[in-house]
């Protein structure tokens, strides 16, 4: 996920949920989203969960939980919980990382943090997989080996790591903790966590936002390729209508398919400053590498708005700044996610229910990432094992609780169609869409006001989300110094 806010030092408030039930033991801490920046203060302690919730007194493994106390000297008994995506990512490095999204609403709740099993600090289930397996590079038979040699290193069993016993185990810490309902927020994966939490417990849940919509009855893999082509295929119609990038960049579509074209030969080795360490390099730069590259930079507007630049300077030779943001980009995500609770949770409820016979082959070999991803996720699941699945896991919510869906009209992978889809049995329920947003919409413009509100009053009114149309866009960049003034 995007570390793009500036951590600052928080001031503890007292907290009196967190002395209401002494089954959880907190003490003072610091959180962090990683090297470099500083860290959030908070109050950390640990939950002992069975590994098999079908076995209550077998092997056992640790929840790391934080509570980032409100600033109120009387919080609010209903904390506000956010749940990472991935799946596969930390949710106390994506809250330090996005913090100040959620400043209004600490004002009156404590944020309640818990690293999702196999995620983080909680039996995080990791291997020596990089990238290269989850963006197809490597053929069936390397996919297949690296595979069964990450599932032979992991330090429990991979079936009890999917979204079903999360949400227990979510259970588990409220009470612990001695919280009233929660105020549960997901954004990507976190999502369907979200969604189940409130079906699953129903008594527990006062709101639910819902960012970068996953609708439970949808498996996800056979969209990810068209949808990442409708994205870049917006990103050229934006540029073509917007009049400093057309004049700049009047052939970018043309020079995307040159690339694709040029590419497909074989890769190249590309001479470029490693974006983190500053050393000069030489990287392997071939149409996966392409591929990976404008998928990762599609999630974000801020690097949505380098692509008609950096596809024009890799058209005309120079695939350095291309190759760098490449690195850059998935060296974030593949240190983020925690792969074996990746491979847990996609292979026993994505996979498993995608109709193959169904798959629209013909848009995926036309789309730029073309089949070799949903490839790769087809092999990997032939040989991970399935996973614990609540028979109610992939029902539309039907929940009485308010809800409020926020979608970017340009997300890859989530747009806001599935929304509408996740909708279609809930009650209560405020669909945002924000324009020329990627993925994530939090943070975007009055969107930080605009959850306060909700999480406040439990609902909005009409008018309160349409500040949202204008919300800022990056422009495009024309050249490496940024957009025209």
């Known amino acids: ?86 799946p596969g990512q930390s949710t106390v490095d994506f809250y330090a990382a996005w913090f100040g999204a959620f400043e209004r609403v600490r004002r009156h709740r404590d944020i309640l943090l818990v690293d999702q099993r196999g995620t983080g600090d909680s039996a995080r289930l990791t291997c020596d997989i990089d990238e290269d397996i989850v963006e197809g590079k490597y053929s069936t038979r390397q996919t297949l080996r690296v595979t069964r040699e990450c599932l032979d290193k992991l330090p429990h069993d991979p079936r009890f790591f999917t979204t079903s016993v999360a949400v227990a185990d979510l259970e ?16 990507s994966y976190g999502t369907r966590v979200a969604q189940h939490y409130a079906r699953r417990h129903p008594l527990s849940t006062r ?64 001479e470029m400053q490693n974006p983190v360490t500053g050393a000069l390099e030489s990287v392997e730069f071939g149409s996966e590498q392409f591929s990976a590259a404008v998928r990762l930079l599609l999630y974000n ?3 949505i708005a380098l692509l008609p630049l950096l596809i024009d300077a890799a058209a005309s030779g120079n695939y350095a700044p291309l190759a760098a943001q490449f690195r850059l980009v998935a060296t974030t995500v593949a240190e983020s996610l925690a792969i074996g609770m990746h491979n847990a949770v996609v292979c026993t409820e994505d996979e498993p229910f995608i109709d193959w016979a169904a798959v ?18 087809r092999t990997m699941c032939s040989v991970w094992p399935a996973g614990v699945l609540d028979a109610d896991l992939r029902e539309p919510l039907a929940t009485a609780a308010p809800v409020l869906l926020l979608s970017g009209e340009a997300d890859p992978i989530t747009p806001p169609a599935y929304a509408q889809l996740a909708a279609v049995d809930l009650n209560k329920a405020w669909l945002v869409t924000g324009r020329n947003q990627g993925h994530g919409l939090a943070a975007v413009g009055c969107m930080p006001r605009v959850i306060s509100k909700f999480i406040a009053e439990a609902g909005l009114e009409d008018g309160d989300t349409s500040c949202i149309d204008d919300a800022f866009a990056m422009p495009f960049f024309v050249n490496f110094t940024g957009p025209m003034p």
């Open 1 to 86: 996920m995007p570390r793009h806010f500036a951590l600052c030092l928080l001031v503890l408030a007292a907290s009196p949920a967190l002395a209401a039930d002494g089954a959880i033991e907190l003490t003072d801490c610091r959180i962090t989203a990683g090297p470099g920046f500083p860290g959030i203060d908070a109050r950390c302690g640990t939950l002992a969960r069975p590994l098999d919730p079908g076995n209550p007194e077998g092997d056992s493994i640790e929840l790391s939980i934080a509570v980032v106390p409100a600033l109120s000297l009387e919080p609010a008994p209903d904390p506000f919980v956010p749940v990472a995506g991935g």
């Open 172 to 187: 588990a810490v409220r009470t612990g903790l001695g919280y009233g309902p929660l105020n549960i927020y997901g954004i």
């Open 207 to 270: 709101t639910v936002i819902l960012d970068g919509v996953v609708p439970p009855q949808l498996p996800l893999g056979p969209d990810i390729a068209i949808e990442s082509q409708r994205a870049i295929d917006s990103v050229f119609d934006r540029c073509e209508s917007e009049p400093d990038c057309s004049a700049r960049f009047p052939a970018v579509r043309d020079h995307f398919a040159l690339l694709r074209e040029r590419l497909a030969d074989g890769a190249l080795e590309v």
């Open 301 to 303: 507007p801020r690097t």
């Open 360 to 377: 629209d082959e013909a848009a995926i070999e036309k789309s730029y990432l073309g089949p070799l991803q949903l490839e790769a996720i």
